[in-house]
Nanobody
């Protein structure tokens, strides 16, 4: 059974950087398109980014484009989300999941095998 575990969150000042990791166990990650989502208190879960199976293609929400970079290392069964120039509005719990549609979908519906999430707080 595939399991995903996120890490790398924390408290950072505006303008700072964090790198999140999504590590898979129970199955080889290179079978899957992976997406990152975030959910702020009182808000719906929001799609952030996704990456193709071989890492050759990626997509980003407009709110993070130019600041966040998704990548993967299939040999390490890990997907990363490098977050630069963080803003207070980036504060949320960030989670990774498998896109069963294999299309880098921006909606929650086709995603399964959600991790538990990692908290990112951007504050001075």
């Amino acid at each position: 059974q595939l399991q995903l575990v996120e890490s790398g969150g924390g408290l950072v000042q505006p303008g700072g950087s964090l790198r999140l990791s999504c590590v898979a166990s129970g199955s080889s990650l290179d079978y899957y398109v992976i997406g990152w989502f975030r959910q702020a208190p009182g808000k719906e879960r929001e799609w952030v980014s996704c990456v193709s199976r071989n890492g050759g293609s990626s997509n980003y929400a407009d709110s993070v484009k130019g600041r966040f970079t998704i990548s993967r290392d299939n040999a390490k069964n890990t997907v990363y989300l490098q977050m630069n120039n963080l803003k207070p509005e980036d504060t949320a719990v960030y989670s990774c999941a498998v896109d069963l549609s294999m299309k880098c979908d921006i909606s929650v519906r086709p995603y399964e095998y959600w991790g538990q999430g990692t908290q990112v707080t951007v504050s001075s």
